[in-house]
Antibody, heavy 125, light 109 residues
């Protein structure tokens, strides 16, 4: 079955950097877009970044644009999130999620049909 | 930017009762772009409904989604003990962006 396992979380000082990884199995990784979604402690869900199946295009939430970079290595079935210039408000559990694309008469729509268990990032001095 | 507002913030109900959760968009959205997720404490979210009304694989038929335009609803016909959780609506927009509502907690009364 589909499995997504995040790693790389930890405690980092404000202004620091961290790289998250997500190891995927149970599906053809190179055929699907992938996402990062985060959840601050006790708060709701916030979409962070999306990368197309072939890595040709990336999209970011305004809150992380210019600081975070999403990437993937299809040969390793792995997704990454490079986080630079970390701030206290970036403290959250970070989930990777598999894209579930659907098409209707007007275009494509994307949902998140499988999620990892998340990795906690704490930005604190 | 589309804002999704969920109500109520908390719903206190007993097992067997019917739950009705609301998600209102700040402007009209395509029904195809609206989804619902369930999240239990300490767990990742799970996709329940997409396209406003289509249940995801393996989701029991006591869960149903409806709505159009700016008003969407998730209904749980008879609450089971495992249904007490937080529920989020989500909207997909273009260029690819995803917006979540703030969540509705369904708790045991």
């Amino acid at each position: 079955q589909v499995q997504l396992v995040e790693s790389g979380g930890g405690v980092v000082q404000p202004g620091g950097s961290l790289r998250l990884s997500c190891a995927a199995s149970g599906f053809t990784f190179s055929s699907y877009g992938m996402q990062w979604v985060r959840q601050a402690p006790g708060k709701g869900l916030e979409w962070v970044a999306f990368i197309r199946f072939d890595g040709s295009k990336e999209y970011y939430a305004d809150s992380v644009k210019g600081r975070f970079t999403i990437s993937r290595d299809n040969s390793k079935n792995s997704l990454y999130l490079q986080m630079n210039g970390l701030r206290a408000e970036d403290t959250a559990v970070y989930y990777c999620a598999k894209d579930f694309p659907l098409k209707d008469g007007y275009g494509w729509y994307h949902y998140f049909d499988c999620w990892g268990q998340g990795t906690l990032v704490t930005v604190s001095s | 930017e589309i804002v999704l507002t969920q109500s109520p913030g908390t719903l206190s109900l007993s097992p067997g009762e019917r739950a009705t959760l609301s998600c209102r968009a700040s402007q009209s959205v395509s029904s195809s772009s609206l989804a619902w997720y369930q999240q239990k404490p300490g767990q990742a979210p799970r996709l329940l409904v997409y396209g406003a009304s289509t249940r995801a694989t393996g989701i029991p038929d006591r869960f149903s989604g409806s709505g159009s335009g700016t008003d969407f609803t998730l209904t749980i016909s008879r609450l089971e003990p495992e249904d007490f959780a937080v529920y989020y609506c989500q909207q997909y927009g273009s260029p690819p962006t995803w917006t979540f509502g703030q969540g509705t907690k369904v708790e045991i009364k």
